[in-house]
């Protein structure tokens, strides 16, 4: 058993949690929502993304957004590139960290960032030369690591060679995503077993969707393995607008509580995480999805 003693985590809701949403999240409460993560002690928070906003309307004030953040020290706040255009734009508003994001399927691939795995590799290249020359950090996602809503299975040799690749060009972190929830434990532990033989472990994230109720058991499971960093969505928000059926990602909140029962450190208040899940659920007009943060709730 090589349990962490403490975990960081990703907070990717103001990103990966709102993308999907369906009206458009006035700029002020992104920003309120950001802000209120950074006071429950998170981190490392996922701001916005610089994608086509033909493809992603929701992330179409991501210029505004970084420009009127007010940024904590001790804070990293991440935005998504797809390729030297949104690297460009996002380097003009101060951003300091990157995430270039690829898949481990190739239908995946066409369907949300229209290129082929290879052709995306090569796009993210100059994008990673580029942001290490400008001081910006880069985080690398592999998408679709246990399966995709096109082509289904994935093989994890495939995830192995996609993550390598986006580790060797000078990602600092691979994020491997489970964009459609259908992992459990088993596969998730092969997964990361290839994805090891390529990758040191101290240098992957595990970042699972709830879609089938297992996020918290292949995030167990992934901790057992060594994995020490996880992606997760205040209040369980989200979804992937290219992977149609994909419910949220794992919630923030059901993530802590995991951790908080296992003596694993996070850094993160429990109970004023809750209330921003409660917070952001209200002002986009739905239930928190997070379990947790109901039942805590409910309690006091
Ligand atoms: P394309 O149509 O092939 O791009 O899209 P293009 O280069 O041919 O350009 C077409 C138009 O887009 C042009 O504008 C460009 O200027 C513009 P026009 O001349 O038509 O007016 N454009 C841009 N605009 C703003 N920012 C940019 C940009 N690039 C081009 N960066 C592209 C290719 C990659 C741009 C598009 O497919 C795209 O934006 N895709 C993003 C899709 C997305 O954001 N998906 C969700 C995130 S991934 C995810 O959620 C999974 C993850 O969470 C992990 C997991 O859950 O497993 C990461
Ligand atoms: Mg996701």
Not at 11 to 33: C, F, S, Y
Not at 259 to 280: F, K, N, P, S, Y
Request: hydrophobic share 45%; with cysteine; glycine share 10%.
């Amino acid at each position: 058993m090589v349990r962490p003693r403490g975990v960081r985590i990703v907070e990717v809701g103001p990103r990966d949690g709102l993308q999907n949403e369906k009206q458009l999240v006035p700029t002020a409460i992104k920003l309120e929502l950001i802000s209120r993560l950074a006071a429950c002690g998170l981190k490392t928070i996922e701001a916005t993304a610089f994608v086509s906003p033909k493809w992603v309307p929701q992330m179409a004030d991501s210029a505004e957004l970084m420009r009127a953040l007010e940024r904590r020290d001790g804070v990293s706040y991440p935005v998504l590139v797809p390729n030297m255009k949104g690297f460009e734009a996002a380097l003009a508003v101060g951003a300091q960290e990157i995430a270039v994001f690829g898949a481990a399927s190739e239908a995946f691939s066409q369907k949300n960032i229209n290129c082929s795995i290879a052709e995306s590799l090569d796009r993210f290249r100059p994008v990673v030369a580029a942001a290490q020359t400008a001081n910006v950090k880069v985080r690398g996602y592999v998408s679709c690591v246990l399966g995709c809503p096109y082509q289904g299975a994935v093989a994890p040799a495939t995830v192995a060679e996609v993550a390598a690749a986006l580790y060797d060009m000078g990602c600092y972190e691979i994020s491997l995503g489970d964009t459609i929830g259908v992992g459990t434990p088993d596969a998730t532990r092969a997964m990361i077993d290839a994805v090891t033989q390529r990758v040191p472990m101290a240098r992957l994230a595990g970042h699972f969707h709830d879609t089938y109720g297992m996020a918290v058991a292949n995030i167990s499971a992934a901790l057992e393995t060594g994995v020490a960093v996880f992606d997760s969505s205040i209040a369980g928000l989200g979804g992937c607008p290219y992977a149609a059926g994909a419910s949220g990602n794992v919630a923030t909140e059901d993530v802590v509580w995991l951790m908080r029962g296992l003596g694993v450190e996070t850094g993160v208040d429990l109970v004023a995480l809750a209330q921003t899940g409660e917070w952001i659920s209200h002002r986009i007009g739905r239930e928190t999805g997070s379990k947790a943060g109901r039942a805590l709730l409910a309690k006091r």
